[in-house]
Nanobody, 119 residues
């Protein structure tokens, strides 16, 4: 099992910055990739950014150039640095871990952290 705990959400003015953190515990060595997703009310959860165990990153078009995902393996932590925030970035952000192998491959989710960007 992989357990995830997020932190760092809050209220910020448009143009400001926030950094989200996600600490993983449990079967760390089985993690293939970690990512951040967000889900607005009545909307499907969407990928924001992902980083593989090899350090390869990918971003949603809406956040490219503004958000940066990174990892600190010594702290088992993944970060999402969010700059130039916009009101449309307001929603709940979830950390995800893709872990396991073969038929045992699965995902774990954090509890979510609210990000609110005021105009």
């Amino acid at each position: 099992q992989v357990h995830l705990v997020e932190s760092g959400g809050g209220l910020v003015q448009a143009g400001g910055s926030l950094r989200l953190s996600c600490v993983a515990s449990g079967s760390i060595s089985s993690i293939n990739a970690m990512g951040w997703y967000r889900q607005g009310t009545g909307r499907q959860r969407e990928l924001v950014a992902v980083i593989s165990s090899d350090g390869i990153t990918d971003y949603a078009d809406a956040v490219k150039g503004r958000f940066t995902i990174s990892r600190d393996d010594a702290e088992n932590t993944v970060y999402l640095q969010m700059n130039s925030l916009k009101p449309e970035d307001t929603t709940v952000y979830y950390c995800n871990a893709d872990w396991g192998r073969g038929v045992g491959r699965t995902s774990s989710w954090g509890q979510g952290t609210q990000v609110t960007v005021s105009s």
